[in-house]
Nanobody
């Protein structure tokens, strides 16, 4: 059994900052790519940022230069530092992780957190 638990969402004024955290727990052998997605009302879920186990990162064009993804491998945690927030960043943010649960199998399905609301408004 694997769980991803997010925290850190909330309301912030335009130009403000928030830091999201997501901790994985349970039967974990290793974690490949971890990421953050978001879904605004009436829109499809989209990738915000992702980070591999080796630390390589990629970002959606809309957040480059404003958001930073990082991870703590020892504690199975991924972070998203969000600066210069805009109203368009308002969405439910979900973390994801490709998790191997068995040392003898490379199978690493994607697990999802429950989502955390981020609202940017004045």
């Amino acid at each position: 059994q694997v769980q991803l638990v997010e925290s850190g969402g909330g309301w912030v004024q335009p130009g403000g900052s928030l830091r999201l955290s997501c901790a994985a727990s349970g039967s974990i052998f290793s974690i490949n790519t971890m990421g953050w997605y978001r879904q605004a009302p009436g829109k499809q879920r989209e990738l915000v940022a992702a980070i591999t186990s080796g630390g390589s990162t990629r970002y959606a064009d809309s957040v480059k230069g404003r958001f930073t993804i990082s991870r703590d491998n020892a504690n199975h945690t991924v972070f998203l530092q969000m600066n210069s927030l805009k109203p368009d960043d308002t969405a439910v943010y979900y973390c994801s992780a490709e998790i191997r649960t068995r040392y003898y199998s490379p199978y690493a399905p994607t697990y999802w957190g429950q989502g955390t609301q981020v609202t940017v408004s004045s």
